[in-house]
């Protein structure tokens, strides 16, 4: 078993930045990959980053270039650096942890971006 609990989120500026982290807890030496996906209030839950044991990442398309997903070695924090947040990036954003097949999940931490 993987627990996940982000935190980070709060209300910010169009423009600014903010940083989620998300902190690992069980049997985290077998997680494969990491991640963070978001929903959007009327949108299905899309992903935003994902991070492989062997350090590669991937980003959707618009938050290329603005956001940044990094782990600390043991695997025991993710990291989620959004920069240059649009009122389009507002969603619940939650961890994700893949492990032998099996993907685990946070409870979410609230991203509001005002204009």
């Known amino acids: 078993q993987v627990q996940l609990v982000e935190s980070g989120g709060g209300l910010v500026q169009a423009g600014g930045s903010l940083r989620l982290p998300c902190a690992a807890s069980?049997?985290?030496?077998?997680?494969?990959?990491m991640g963070w996906y978001r929903q959007a209030p009327g949108k299905q839950r899309e992903l935003v980053a994902s991070i492989r044991s062997n350090g590669s990442t991937n980003y959707t398309d618009s938050v290329k270039g603005r956001f940044t997903i990094s782990r600390e070695g043991s695997k025991r924090m993710v990291y989620l650096l959004m920069n240059s947040l649009r009122p389009e990036d507002t969603a619940v954003y939650y961890c994700?942890?893949?492990?032998?097949?099996?993907?685990?999940w946070g409870q979410g931490t609230q991203v509001t971006v005002s204009s």
């Open positions: 994700t942890a893949e492990r032998f097949g099996i993907d685990y």
């Open positions: 069980g049997d985290i030496f077998s997680i494969n990959a």
